[in-house]
């Protein structure tokens, strides 16, 4: 990602790009006051900047038949280059894993898990999860109900100074 300078048009476009990325650069236009053009300029700078990473359809998981959600603290039993990278290196490859972060505190990592209903996602803990070299603890949360869930990042913070290093900066026109 190169450093960039964003102004209100590209923060408005942004917001819009965040609720429909299917929306056309003319019905974008519109809502932010700018011609076909100028949108599209903007968002091929965005887009080669860093700042949009890429485009994708939202499937509700349970429409689709994933109705179970884990969030799953995953400890190692050696802390380690080696060991954390063959981890990451598994669960790349588990489509069921959603998310995976590396995380401080008491877990190693953190899993975001979707399965058809808890005997899948027992059958994947005990089948793939739990048979990763180095995985010495699990402790799974299941999600009752959804409150809320967003990929829309605030972006507000971008127009007030800070003193902090950061790759995008506001430029008021």
């Known amino acids: 990602m190169t450093d960039i300078t964003v ?4 923060l408005a476009l942004l917001a819009e790009l965040q609720c ?5 650069n003319s019905a ?5 006051h700018l011609s076909t053009s100028q949108v599209s300029r903007r968002v091929q700078r965005l887009q080669e900047a860093g700042v949009i990473d890429h485009y ?3 499937l509700d998981p349970a429409v689709v038949g994933l109705g ?3 969030f799953t603290h995953v400890i190692l ?4 280059d080696a060991q954390g990278d063959k981890f990451e290196q598994e669960i790349a490859n588990l489509p069921e894993v959603l998310e995976c972060f590396s995380v401080a505190g008491e877990a ?3 899993l975001r898990i979707v399965a058809h209903d808890l005997a899948a996602l027992s059958e994947f803990m005990m089948r793939y999860l739990l048979r990763i070299p180095g995985v010495s603890n699990v402790k799974s949360t299941i999600a009752l109900q959804k409150i809320k869930q967003t990929n829309v990042l605030p972006l507000d913070h971008i127009t007030r100074p800070r003193q902090t290093k950061r790759r995008i900066r506001f ?3």
């Not at 102004?7 to 590209?10: F, G, I, Q, V």
């Not at 974008?28 to 932010?32: F, N, V």
């Not at 039993?77 to 380690?80: A, P, T």
């Open 28 to 32: 974008l236009g519109e809502k932010i």
């Open 68 to 70: 179970v959600m884990a």
């Open 20 to 24: 429909d990325g299917h929306a056309t």
């Open 7 to 10: 102004d209100r048009h590209d």
């Open 56 to 58: 994708a359809a939202v």
């Open 108 to 110: 190693d990592y953190v």
């Open 171 to 173: 430029s008021p026109d």
């Open 77 to 80: 039993d050696r802390q380690g």
